[in-house]
Every structure is written in C-alpha cells, then in structure tokens.
C-alpha cells in the first residue's frame, strides 16, 4: 500500500498567478500532484479531496474544526499518510490545532506550505511535498508534523504544535529554542538529539483525559485577544463594549518581561489587575521555564495576577486556550489545563 491522501485547503501552494495577484484557482492545488509525477519515478499513489480552498489568511477559527472533521472522516486503514497543503501565513496556528485536534492518529499527518506559487522556480513547495511523500513511505510514525526546507536547503521536521510563526522577512519558520525533530533527507529522519525532543516510541497515538473532551467540541472559543508589547504601549487604548474577551494573551520581550511601572497607562501589572476586575484572564508567553525567569519586573506580572505560559510557543498557547475557553469555565482549571496537562507535546520539557 504505497496510496497517500492529499488535503488540499488552498493558500499560495494551491495558488497561481493571476495577472499581478496572486490567488486560489480551481487547478491550483493539484499542481503539486503533476510536478511531482512529472519528475519522481515513485509508484506512489495519491486520493484527493479539498475541503478549503482560501488564502490562509482569511481562515477563521471555525473552519479548523470542520477540516479536522473531514480528516477523521478519512479512512486511516486505506492509507500510508496523509500530507495537508496549507498557507504559509496561518501555518503555525493551524498545525498546533491540528495537533491537538489530530493526536489520536494511526498514521502520519504532515502539513507543508510553500514560500511561493509552484510555477515560481524559488518555490519549495514541491521539495516540501516530496520529503513528506518519501517519509511517509519509508519510516514516519503516527502523529501531526510540518516539513518545511529552510533557506539552507535543508527539510526540517518539526512537531506540529512546535511551530512558530513565519519570518516576514525571510520566508523561515522557528520555533522554541530552534529545536525541531531533525532534518528529512529523501525520506530518512536525521534525528535532533535533545531531552526536550520526545522519543520516536512518544510519538504514537495520545490519549488524555481530555480527548473525550476535545472530540465533543462544536465551537471554539475565539474572544481571545493577543498583545505584543512595545516601548510606548497605552494599555488605556483597550477598552471594551458590549463584547470584551475571555482572555488576554500577552507577549513578552525576551526575557519575559514588558513594562512594570507601578502605576500610569504604561504599565502592565495596571492593566491586568483592570481585566481581572473586569472577569478576563491574562496569560503571558513566551518564556522559558519558569524557574528562569529571573527579573524582578516579571514579578511584578505575577504579583498583579497574570499566568505565565512557559515552555510553549505562543501560537500553541492561543490554540490551545481557544480549546480550554470551549469546554472549561472556573479559570482555576483553564489554568491547569494551560500549565499542567499536555495534549500533544506542546510542553518543552525534559522528556527522559
């Protein structure tokens, strides 16, 4: 059985262009297909389907949970893998939802994108797909992963809820402490060797107390509001109406810390302690672990209230609150949910 299901959801990698834009086209997506048929000798069959096709940054977060519905719906006994084209733009967060919402897998799952349309001769996207085909076929394990080549020319395997966002400037993904599950030479996996990085027998099917949980959900929950500090920031700017969020996700500079002045517009611990009041929880990321966190302005952060996610890239942190805020309401256990449990590997910790 050398069959593999493609699930096509449009952004630049399904995408052509079109006068001086580029956009989705109904041929756009199965380009990728004829390349790679065009110039790999491999009797690797391919079934389709294509329950989006948009640019990745006009998804919304309802339409994760119908993706993932369809997905499942896919019969993993018939099939080696499944390789998910999506959206450089919205990657990130949509590889940690799929994470979450996929870790109950048999068998491979790998999102790729591409830095450009596939007529473009700087694409990646055909190595990104090819390198996926050729783990699927030889060794990959059950789980939800990206491959994505760098600017190296390197393919690197990251774990889904691992990713963070794409460089504007560069076309290049990160993640917490550049740490990924290796590099991907024509099918074979050069493992990184890291406590943080889980064992391949780790990498199997996940079942938590929550899974049950995370299978019943029929929406998420998307009143969350994301902050990135800056010198200069007036929290008075944010004032809420008729609607105000569930939560605040507020990043931090790179010691996690951001402005702790004792009082004035500036001054976040101010403003946290004006949500709590307001009944919307603050959460803090990035931030290594938390007995690193060192700085006495940081403190002050908690002191105020505010709940600090460590060890998780922010876009895992958002996914995953959305998650908590659909099934769970005492905030005592959204912040165990948050801190305490892992749903897929989302946690940098020592594994062994």
Same mark, same amino acid.
């Given at each position: 059985?050398?069959?593999?299901?493609?699930?096509?959801?449009?952004?630049?990698?399904?995408?052509?262009?079109? =006068?001086?834009?580029?956009?989705?086209?109904?041929?756009?997506?199965?380009?990728?297909?004829?390349?790679?048929?065009?110039?790999?000798?491999?009797?690797?069959?391919?079934?389709?389907?294509?329950?989006?096709?948009?640019?990745?940054?006009?998804?919304?977060?309802?339409?994760?949970?119908?993706?993932?519905?369809?997905?499942?719906?896919?019969?993993? /006994?018939?099939?080696?893998?499944?390789?998910?084209?999506?959206?450089?733009?919205?990657?990130?967060?949509?590889?940690?939802?799929?994470?979450?919402?996929?870790?109950?897998?048999?068998?491979?799952?790998?999102?790729?994108?591409?830095?450009?349309?596939? /007529?473009?001769?700087?694409?990646?996207?055909?190595?990104?797909?090819?390198?996926?085909?050729?783990?699927?076929?030889?060794?990959?394990?059950?789980?939800?992963?990206? $491959?994505?080549?760098?600017?190296? &020319?390197?393919?690197?395997?990251?774990?889904?809820?691992?990713?963070?966002?794409?460089?504007?400037?560069?076309?290049?993904?990160?993640?917490?402490?550049?740490?990924?599950? &290796?590099?991907?030479?024509?099918?074979?996996?050069?493992?990184? /060797?890291?406590?943080?990085? #889980?064992? %391949?027998?780790?990498?199997?099917?996940?079942?938590?107390?929550?899974?049950?949980?995370?299978?019943?959900?029929?929406?998420?929950?998307?009143?969350? $509001?994301?902050?990135?500090?800056?010198?200069?920031?007036?929290?008075?700017?944010?004032?809420?109406?008729? %609607? @105000?969020?569930?939560?605040?996700?507020?990043?931090?500079?790179?010691?996690?810390?951001?402005?702790?002045?004792?009082? =004035?517009?500036?001054?976040?611990?101010?403003?946290?302690?004006?949500?709590?009041?307001? &009944?919307?929880?603050?959460?803090?990321?990035?931030?290594?672990?938390?007995?690193?966190?060192?700085?006495?302005?940081?403190? @002050?952060?908690?002191?105020?209230?505010?709940?600090?996610?460590?060890?998780?890239?922010?876009?895992?942190?958002?996914?995953?609150?959305?998650?908590?805020?659909?099934?769970?309401? @005492?905030?005592?256990?959204?912040? /165990?949910? %948050?801190?305490?449990?892992?749903?897929?590997?989302?946690?940098?910790? #020592?594994?062994?």
């Amino acid at each position: 059985m050398n069959e593999i299901m493609v699930v096509f959801t449009g952004g630049t990698i399904g995408s052509t262009r079109q =006068g001086s834009a580029v956009d989705v086209s109904a041929s756009g997506s199965y380009m990728i297909i004829d390349q790679f048929k065009e110039q790999y000798d491999l009797q690797t069959t391919f079934d389709t389907i294509q329950p989006l096709n948009i640019l990745s940054e006009n998804l919304i977060a309802q339409q994760w949970l119908s993706l993932a519905e369809q997905i499942k719906q896919i019969p993993q /006994e018939q099939y080696k893998g499944i390789i998910v084209t999506h959206g450089s733009d919205t990657l990130a967060y949509s590889a940690a939802m799929l994470g979450y919402l996929l870790a109950q897998t048999n068998i491979p799952i790998v999102l790729i994108a591409s830095n450009y349309p596939l /007529e473009d001769e700087r694409a990646n996207g055909l190595r990104n797909f090819t390198e996926a085909v050729q783990w699927i076929e030889t060794e990959a394990p059950p789980g939800v992963f990206v $491959v994505y080549e760098n600017d190296r &020319g390197e393919s690197q395997l990251y774990l889904a809820t691992r990713l963070m966002q794409c460089e504007a400037f560069t076309d290049q993904y990160r993640s917490p402490y550049e740490l990924t599950l &290796g590099q991907l030479k024509q099918g074979k996996l050069l493992w990184t /060797e890291d406590t943080r990085n #889980p064992a %391949m027998q780790q990498l199997m099917p996940v079942s938590n107390r929550w899974t049950q949980s995370i299978e019943g959900i029929t929406e998420l929950a998307d009143q969350i $509001v994301y902050i990135k500090p800056y010198p200069g920031l007036n929290y008075e700017l944010y004032q809420w109406g008729s %609607m @105000k969020p569930k939560a605040i996700v507020h990043d931090l500079y790179h010691s996690a810390t951001a402005c702790s002045l004792d009082s =004035g517009p500036y001054s976040l611990p101010v403003f946290i302690r004006r949500c709590l009041n307001e &009944g919307i929880d603050v959460f803090l990321t990035p931030a290594k672990r938390a007995e690193d966190v060192h700085y006495a302005s940081t403190a @002050k952060l908690f002191e105020a209230g505010a709940v600090l996610l460590s060890g998780m890239a922010p876009e895992a942190a958002m996914t995953k609150l959305m998650l908590g805020y659909a099934m769970l309401t @005492k905030h005592e256990d959204i912040v /165990e949910f %948050m801190t305490e449990e892992e749903l897929y590997h989302e946690l940098h910790r #020592p594994y062994r």
